[in-house]
């Protein structure tokens, strides 16, 4: 966590190093099977369309992680998530219509992450579901102060809360920071 002036919160996720190597490896990979191909004069329909496609899954997960682990800023007047330093999505808190909270099992680590969901009242039109609302994980240095600054902010304006739990979304007053509160 980074703390630029007293109203101004920012939390960076946790992420493996491993993840961020495999994702800038995997393009030049796939470049360099792709010119051993033209060179053997082995570039036929059927392997440039596996090309493309192991490209656009690159493109898709990729931007799945970058969105998932991008930084997150707290303020008075809202959330936002920045990746890159470009601002993905901002919500003022006036415009934030609940806040829901659940547990999922990550294979990846092993482990039970809590995510948190931040959901506009009225989103754009245009945007789908995923680019509408602010999502992020528990991985992240100081989860505690973060979900007590979101309790806080949820409290001044009024915002619903809702957790999972056993499969069923419940009312809550507050979030949690322990997944034991989810199960």
Not at 89 to 94: E, F, G, S, T, V
Not at 96 to 122: C, E, H, M
């Amino acid at each position: 966590m980074i703390k630029l002036t007293d109203s101004v919160e920012i939390f960076r996720f946790q992420v493996g190093k491993a993840a961020y190597i495999a994702w800038a490896a995997a393009p030049s990979v796939i470049v360099f099977l792709v010119v051993i191909a033209i060179l053997r004069h082995q570039l036929d329909r059927q392997a440039a369309v596996f090309f493309s496609v192991c490209l656009s899954w690159y493109i898709v997960l990729g931007s799945m992680s970058v969105m998932q682990n991008a930084t997150l800023t707290l303020d008075p007047s809202g959330v936002e998530k920045l990746a890159l330093n470009i601002r993905l999505r901002r919500l003022d808190w006036r415009s934030v219509g609940r806040i829901r909270q659940f547990a999922l099992y990550s294979r990846a680590s092993g482990k039970t992450v809590i995510w948190t969901k931040v959901d506009p009242t009225n989103g754009p039109i245009w945007s789908c579901a995923i680019f509408s609302s602010i999502t992020f994980p528990s991985r992240t240095d100081d989860f505690p102060r973060l979900i007590r600054m979101m309790n806080t902010y949820a409290s001044q304006h009024k915002i619903e809360i809702k957790k999972k739990i056993n499969g069923a979304w419940v009312q809550s007053a507050t979030l949690s920071d322990q997944i034991h509160d989810l199960e």
